[in-house]
């Protein structure tokens, strides 16, 4: 594959906590840094504010154009002016995970003992729950005492439900979309593959690839092409790409590639341009980690105890990395402390990505969701033009 | 969709205000300010009612996921599940008011989803298609068929009607199962309170429904 040039470092918004953060493993950060974006504006009482928690390769730049490459922001069709989640009507926050490559404290950021030098791979490993006080830090900064919703898809699922477990009185609603409370062994082996290719590429240099001014940029983008897979469906596999040749009609048995390569290879090249592999190594380790229930003694409906949260899993019917079944454990795990919970699985053919499409019934479930919390709340609604 | 959000409250007022008239007369039963819970509730019409207009903490099951996807549309919360299967996860006495209108015909095992009701609900109102009725019988008497009628309007082989009843039958399961019968109506097709009150024999043959509110003897 070709070699492409990391783009340009930029600065993002972000806030100091000269404090740190004490980690689930036992080490503190002397200092964290969160890198986030807001849209919207706060009410007086500060009671819209909602925050979207990012999966494994998102970041912060939720809505907007992203400075790094140029495109539209992730969740552009879910957020923003006049869509289900409203950023006319509500003050929407995104932040950088803990140990992401996006300005928030992670491999790439100044090591605590060894100023001159990154973290890299001594970066203390970091949990799920790690990255949400590291959110609540930014959210108190903020002023905000309670957040009308917390949404996230996959990670950032895992994210909302940590946020349920363990702030229940900070959060009015939560949406945890196409997630689960545990990575399965499935899960946790794709992630293992995606490592594995990082640690066989030579310009892995024992994880300390910044010494040498390299990136290990192919066992990078393989991971992201494994990842990318499970991902999709068969069929949107099939429906995209079927066997069709890149740049011929017919199998000639010489330099035929099939179209779904190259674009694997696209996604690839793409990724590893805004993507640390020390990074990508620490996300996946702490989504593999995570298993709500585990913390819990073992008794997931523990996680929500006396939970007033209003809840709404929504999960799609061709995913099978983060299939129905495992929102349906979350959901049977909420009834059995009585909590309020709405659950959809939603139609679609588009695998786990499905929760970053345009899925029309999706969005009118999100929008009314809301809508139904605002009115719970007592949110006046959107004055109109 | 960029009014959905403001829209979707109001189409569930109006849904409320065209709402069936046996869920109006199960409303009048509940309680303001109650914990129900409405197995089968459809596209959420009577949770929303009871939501907006008794202040209740009215939530919904529904095995059909687009009318699962509709009510949630509609702000109100209602989560895709089964009578059959789902309750057994709620904790005892969760709720003042579980709901159980015109689905206990359809479930799997009614005695079973009876119980699981007055486990975790301290009332049960359930309604259902009385089988008793005398048009029923009288197609069954006098074509030798299994009677069709705007309740009962599917073949009997494809019909999810899979455990038809009479009010006398229900009164006797009552009575076996150890329920207290706190009030009972017999409804016209239209759901109105037809005039059999107190007399059983009669509400069973000209009911077109049965509803009653039970509690554990």
Redesign the interface.
């Given at each position: 594959m070709d070699q492409l040039e990391p783009l340009a470092e930029i600065a993002h918004q972000t806030v100091v906590f000269p404090d740190g953060l004490a980690l689930d493993c036992g080490r503190s950060l002397r200092s964290l840094a969160v890198a986030y974006r807001t849209y919207g504006t706060l009410d007086a009482v500060g009671g819209n504010a909602i925050l979207i928690c990012h999966a494994l390769t998102g970041d912060q730049y939720v809505a907007e154009t992203h400075p790094l490459t140029g495109r539209g922001g992730w969740w552009s069709s879910l957020v923003g002016p006049?869509?289900?989640v409203?950023t006319d009507?509500f003050f929407v926050i995104c932040a950088n995970v803990l140990g992401g490559c996006m300005g928030s404290t992670g491999p790439g950021t100044p090591h605590d003992e060894r100023p001159g030098e990154p973290w890299g791979h001594e970066f203390p490993p970091i949990t799920i729950r790690d990255m949400v006080r590291a959110q609540k830090k930014l959210v108190d900064h903020l002023g905000i005492r309670q957040l009308f919703a917390v949404i996230g898809g996959s990670m950032g699922g895992m994210q909302v439900l940590e946020w349920a477990a363990t702030y229940p009185e900070a959060v009015f609603a939560a949406i945890p979309i196409a997630t689960a409370a545990h990575h399965s062994a499935q899960n946790i082996a794709f992630n293992e593959v995606g490592r594995q290719a990082i640690f066989a590429d030579p310009d892995w240099h024992g994880g300390e690839y910044w010494r040498e001014r390299a990136t290990p940029a192919r066992g990078l983008a393989v991971a992201r092409m494994v990842a990318h897979i499970t991902y999709l469906s068969e069929q949107a596999l099939t429906r995209k790409f079927g066997r069709r040749l890149r740049d011929a009609t017919s199998l000639t048995l010489l330099d035929d590639r099939f179209e779904v390569e190259s674009y694997l290879q696209y996604q690839g090249s793409t990724f590893v341009r805004r993507f640390d592999a020390n990074s990508y190594l620490s996300i996946t380790r702490a989504m593999d980690f995570f298993d709500l229930a585990a913390e819990h003694g073992g008794e997931l409906s523990r996680a929500f105890e006396g939970a007033r949260t209003?809840f709404?899993l929504v999960s799609f019917s061709s995913d099978w990395l983060f299939p129905t079944p495992a929102s349906r454990a979350v959901?049977?795990a909420l009834?059995?402390?009585?909590a309020?919970?709405?659950?959809?699985?939603?139609?679609s053919d588009k695998g786990h990505d499905a929760f970053l499409l345009d899925e029309?019934?999706f969005?009118?479930?999100i929008?009314?969701?809301?809508?139904?919390?605002?009115?719970h709340r007592g949110l006046k609604?959107?004055e109109?033009a | 969709?960029?009014?959905?959000?403001?829209r979707?409250?109001d189409a569930v007022r109006d849904a409320a205000r065209g709402m069936r008239v046996d869920l109006q007369l199960i409303a009048g039963l509940v309680t303001p300010g109650a914990r129900v819970l409405d197995i089968g509730c459809g596209d959420g019409a009577l949770i929303g009612h009871l939501f907006r207009t008794q202040g209740c903490?009215a939530?919904g099951i529904e095995l059909d996921?687009a009318l699962?996807?509709r009510a949630?549309?509609?702000?109100?919360?209602?989560?895709?599940?089964d009578a059959d299967t789902?309750l057994v996860?709620?904790?005892d006495q969760?709720f003042d008011y579980v709901v159980l209108s015109r689905t206990l015909q359809a479930v799997e095992h009614p005695l079973a989803v009876l119980r699981q009701m007055l486990r975790i609900s301290t009332r049960a109102i359930v309604s259902f298609p009385n089988f008793g009725h005398w048009y029923l019988r009288a197609q069954l008497l006098l074509k030798g068929r299994m009677p069709m009628t705007k309740s009962w309007n599917r073949m009997w082989y494809e019909t999810p009607n899979i455990h038809p009843c009479t009010i006398q039958d229900f009164f006797d399961l009552c009575v076996a199962e150890g329920y207290v019968v706190e009030q009972w109506l017999a409804l016209d097709d239209e759901g109105h309170r037809a005039p059999w009150r107190r007399f059983p024999y009669l509400a069973n043959l000209f009911g077109e429904q049965g509803l009653f509110v039970l509690r554990r003897g």
């Open positions: 006049g869509l289900p409203d009507r209003r709404c959901v049977n009834i059995r402390v009585a309020n919970v709405s659950f959809v699985e939603i139609a029309p019934d969005h009118r479930t929008a009314g969701f809301i809508a139904g919390c605002a009115e609604p959107r109109r | 969709m960029p009014d959905g959000a403001e979707a409250p903490d939530r996921m699962v996807t949630v549309a509609h702000g109100l919360p209602v989560m895709q599940g789902d996860h709620y904790p969760a």
